[in-house]
């Protein structure tokens, strides 16, 4: 008498509900350094919203609903979505990765790219009064691409200076929201 043979699991099962695929179990083991990181940083974004949101003048003639209400509700909710993360963080729960991505799960985060992602961030802030919103925005998004793999630097500085100019052009001329262009794009768009 043989035993009977297996049953050959349909396409894309992957592992039963309970255990997971073995890739998933391993990593779940141990606590992500970067989820733990965005997890402090949206507590600290909304904390600042929160607390900034005080400072705002109320006029005399506002209504129920003032300019303090939402950036109250928004930096509230922000902070109700970290202390939620960070639950779920060190409960040892992590992120699904898609099906379409080829990402090891156990390799560590590459704090070199989130090192310079965040000067280019720090230096956007910075520069933007200096040589104005657009280029600032290129000179980020440049970098950003490049700390990200990006192939080559003209493209994405290409890339990110088309993008700006065109959003700066509808945010200034259009929507009449100042954003700083700096000399030459001023006087190049002064005729609009």
Same mark, same amino acid.
């Given at each position: 008498?043989?035993?009977?043979?297996?049953?050959?699991?349909?396409?894309?099962?992957?592992?039963?509900?309970?255990?997971?695929?073995?890739?998933?179990?391993?990593?779940?083991?141990?606590?992500?350094?970067?989820?733990?990181?965005?997890?402090?940083?949206?507590?600290?974004?909304?904390?600042?919203?929160?607390?900034?949101?005080?400072?705002?003048?109320?006029?005399?003639?506002?209504?129920?609903?003032?300019?303090?209400?939402?950036?109250?509700?928004?930096?509230?909710?922000? =902070? *109700?979505?970290?202390? #939620? %993360?960070? $639950?779920?963080?060190?409960? +040892?729960?992590?992120?699904?990765?898609?099906? /379409?991505?080829?990402?090891?799960?156990?390799?560590?985060?590459?704090?070199?790219?989130?090192?310079?992602?965040?000067?280019?961030?720090?230096?956007?802030?910075?520069?933007?009064?200096?040589?104005?919103?657009?280029?600032?925005?290129?000179?980020?998004?440049?970098?950003?691409?490049?700390?990200?793999?990006?192939?080559?630097?003209?493209?994405?500085?290409?890339?990110?200076?088309?993008?700006?100019?065109?959003?700066? =052009? *509808?945010?200034?001329? #259009? %929507?009449? $929201?100042?954003?700083?262009? +700096?000399?030459?794009?001023?006087?190049?768009? /002064?005729?609009?």
């Amino acid at each position: 008498m043989t035993a009977p043979e297996p049953v050959p699991a349909p396409p894309g099962d992957v592992g039963s509900p309970a255990t997971g695929p073995p890739e998933t179990a391993a990593a779940r083991a141990g606590r992500n350094n970067g989820e733990l990181a965005l997890t402090v940083l949206l507590g600290v974004l909304g904390v600042y919203l929160v607390v900034d949101a005080g400072s705002i003048a109320v006029p005399g003639s506002a209504s129920n609903v003032g300019p303090r209400f939402f950036p109250y509700l928004v930096g509230g909710l922000i =902070i *109700v979505t970290a202390v #939620a %993360l960070g $639950v779920r963080v060190f409960l +040892g729960d992590r992120g699904p990765a898609d099906e /379409s991505e080829d990402v090891d799960l156990t390799a560590g985060t590459d704090w070199r790219a989130v090192g310079i992602i965040a000067a280019a961030f720090l230096a956007h802030a910075l520069l933007i009064n200096v040589i104005g919103w657009p280029l600032a925005v290129t000179l980020m998004f440049g970098t950003i691409a490049w700390a990200l793999g990006a192939r080559g630097i003209v493209r994405p500085l290409l890339a990110g200076g088309i993008t700006s100019v065109v959003v700066w =052009i *509808v945010f200034v001329k #259009a %929507l009449n $929201v100042a954003l700083p262009g +700096g000399t030459f794009l001023e006087l190049a768009t /002064s005729w609009f």
